[in-house]
């Protein structure tokens, strides 16, 4: 299974962006990027997604490297409700979603 | 759009008993999972079906576990018997079509289990 790699643990301030790193070297060229975050107590959440380009939602941006070996979660001005653990995930053509560990995003006032 | 339904949403039992989890996945949604996930760790992909077939269980302990699909909707995981290693939130996902490319995994909120 392609791998992701995350750092443990990240801090930021609140109201200041926040820039998540992920490395997969070994993604393939039909693997999407997948970020989810899980909150205390529920399941994960999805937050954005993409496959080569960079991609913008409501919630957060995607960063992506031009060789695709790593990316980068971007959120603009955190809040204290983005506090949570932060999995980047590859989509396999199959379907198949792999989860590591994640990092721990700690908001601080 | 209604979410992903689990229950029981806790559940406590003795080793070497049975348990039995329930999930009703999204309308429409053809693909469902069942993640195992210990506390600290990222969840774990016990078994993926497409429709009511399945499509990866190799991570699943056949010898204690077990998971079906009727009829491509909802679907029950059991564990017979029980260890206490066990342990753990257990959830359940589903995608429109096998969660690849433009379909993300939508969650439940899980079932926390604990083996005394």
């Known amino acids: 299974d392609a791998k992701t790699t995350q750092p443990n643990s990240m801090e930021s301030n609140e109201e200041e962006p926040v820039h998540l790193p992920c490395n997969h070297s070994?993604?393939?060229?039909?693997?999407?990027i997948h970020w989810y975050r899980q909150l205390p107590s529920q399941g994960p959440e999805y937050v954005i997604h993409?496959?080569?380009s960079n991609v913008n939602n409501r919630m957060a941006s995607l960063a992506i490297a031009e060789d695709r070996k790593s990316s980068t979660l971007i959120l603009h001005r955190a809040t204290l409700r983005d506090a949570a653990v932060y999995y980047c995930i590859l989509n396999t053509n199959a379907g198949k979603s792999t989860f590591g560990d994640g990092t721990t995003l700690t908001v601080k006032p | 759009e209604a979410g992903v339904a689990q229950s029981p949403r806790y559940k406590i039992i003795e080793k070497r008993q049975s348990v039995a989890f329930w999930c009703n996945p999204i309308?429409?949604?053809?693909?469902l999972y069942w993640y195992q996930q210990i506390l600290g760790q990222g969840p774990k992909l016990l078994i993926q079906f497409q429709n009511n077939g399945v499509v990866d269980d190799s991570q699943l302990p056949k010898d204690r576990f077990s998971a079906e699909r009727l009829k491509g909707v909802d679907s029950t995981l059991k564990i017979q018997p029980a260890k206490l290693e066990d342990s753990a939130v257990y959830l359940c996902?589903?995608?429109?079509?096998?969660?690849?490319?433009?379909?993300?995994?939508?969650f439940g909120n899980g079932t926390r289990l604990t083996v005394t």
């Open positions: 309308s429409g949604h053809a693909t």
């Open positions: 993409g496959l080569t």
């Open positions: 996902a589903s995608s429109f079509s096998g969660g690849g490319y433009n379909s993300p995994l939508h």
């Open positions: 070994t993604i393939s060229g039909t693997d999407y």
